[in-house]
């Protein structure tokens, strides 16, 4: 599995875009990019999955250069409600074993 | 639709007490089961996770083991518990293929004292 560096924390104000990179040096070919988001007493939630340039769903954007050594979650005009854990994992479809990381702690504030 | 059924939602259990947890998948066949502890202020940890009936992968053995007896049922156990068992316990389930979307259950909070 690729090893994944995020910031540890993030502060950011309601309607505002927040942009939380995730970097993934070692990424393999087969490898994918997921992105979690996890509210305190609650199992992560699936925000966003990309293999290669910008994947974007009603939650957020996702953007993968062409190099594929990063990424960056964009969440469009926060509001408060997404303070939250934001976790990046990399790895291959198929890969049974789904480990994360310490994940970004993106505090919203008004 | 899916569902994954956890409980109980909260425990205290006194040190060296035994422990089971049960989680239980509805509306899909042969997923794949994984339990994970995540500490206060912490990320989550893999603890186990299970590819079919019987098969268990260990990731961080200690005084914790894992059993899957049915297709879409995974219990979480200990014969005593220790002060560092304490945390937040998630089941969650994806399709057999593995790195797609991983679904997780309500979770268990856990104490021991």
């Known amino acids: 599995l690729a090893k994944t560096t995020q910031p540890i924390s993030m502060d950011s104000y309601e309607g505002q875009e927040v942009n939380i990179t995730c970097s993934h040096n070692?990424?393999?070919?087969?490898?994918?990019i997921t992105w979690y988001q996890q509210f305190p007493s609650q199992g992560p939630r699936f925000i966003i999955q990309?293999?290669?340039t910008k994947v974007t769903n009603e939650v957020a954007s996702l953007f993968i250069p062409a190099d594929r050594k990063s990424s960056t979650l964009s969440l469009p005009r926060v509001s408060l409600s997404d303070t939250a854990v934001y976790y990046c994992?990399?790895?291959?479809?198929?890969?049974?074993?789904?480990?994360f990381g310490k994940g970004t702690r993106l505090h919203i504030l008004p | 639709s899916q569902t994954i059924h956890q409980w109980p939602a909260t425990l205290v259990q006194p040190v060296g007490s035994p422990l089971s947890l049960e989680c239980t998948v509805e509306?899909?066949?042969?997923?794949?089961l994984y339990w994970y502890r995540q500490a206060a202020g912490r990320g989550l940890q893999l603890l186990f996770y299970?590819?079919?009936?019987?098969?268990i992968s260990s990731e961080v053995p200690q005084n914790l083991s894992a059993s899957r007896p049915q297709d879409r049922q995974f219990i979480l156990s200990s014969k005593k518990l220790l002060l560092s068992d304490s945390g937040f316990y998630l089941c969650?389930?994806?399709?057999?293929?593995?790195?797609?979307?991983?679904?997780f259950g309500p979770g268990t909070r856990l104490t021991v004292t």
């Open positions: 969650a389930w994806t399709t057999g293929t593995g790195f797609y979307e991983q679904y």
């Open positions: 070692n990424i393999a070919t087969n490898d994918y």
């Open positions: 990309g293999y290669k």
């Open positions: 994992l990399v790895g291959p479809r198929g890969d049974d074993k789904i480990i």
């Open positions: 509306g899909t066949s042969n997923p794949n």
């Open positions: 299970s590819v079919g009936i019987g098969q």
